[in-house]
């Protein structure tokens, strides 16, 4: 069992800056990747970033590129999301999800994650 805790969410003006935290606990051991979605009001929850556990490989959804960096603290077992140049198209639930198992490239469906974040509120205004 895996628990994972997101926080940094919040309210913030279009083009503003937030850093959401993902605190993995429990087996983490077993941990291949952590990825990041997001669920929008009406809309289907969505792939954003993904990390592989060790770090070394990273993958964004092409809306998100080159706004969003997805990184790992290693000593406390934690990721995060820096989210830059927000929009209020951003605005979601992000959620992060741990995968088991064996590592697969670029994993950004939900049906490749086994163990998911209560989530937290992003609210960007316009």
């Known amino acids: 069992q895996v628990q994972l805790v997101e926080s940094g969410g919040g309210l913030v003006q279009a083009g503003g800056s937030l850093r959401l935290s993902c605190a993995a606990s429990?087996?983490?051991?077993?941990?291949?990747?952590i990825g990041w979605f997001r669920q929008a009001p009406g809309k289907e929850r969505e792939f954003v970033a993904a990390?592989?556990?060790?770090?070394?490989?990273?993958y964004y959804a092409d809306s998100v590129e080159g706004r969003f960096t997805i990184s790992r603290d290693n000593a406390k077992t934690t990721v995060y999301l820096q989210m830059n140049s927000l929009k209020p198209e951003d605005t979601a639930v992000y959620y992060c999800?741990?995968?088991?198992?064996?590592?697969?490239?670029?994993?950004?469906?939900?049906?490749?994650?086994?163990?998911w974040g209560q989530g937290t509120q992003v609210t960007v205004s316009s």
């Open positions: 999800a741990a995968k088991f198992g064996q590592f697969i490239v670029a994993p950004s469906t939900r049906t490749q994650y086994n163990y």
């Open positions: 429990g087996r983490t051991s077993s941990i291949v990747a």
């Open positions: 990390i592989r556990w060790s770090g070394e490989m990273v």
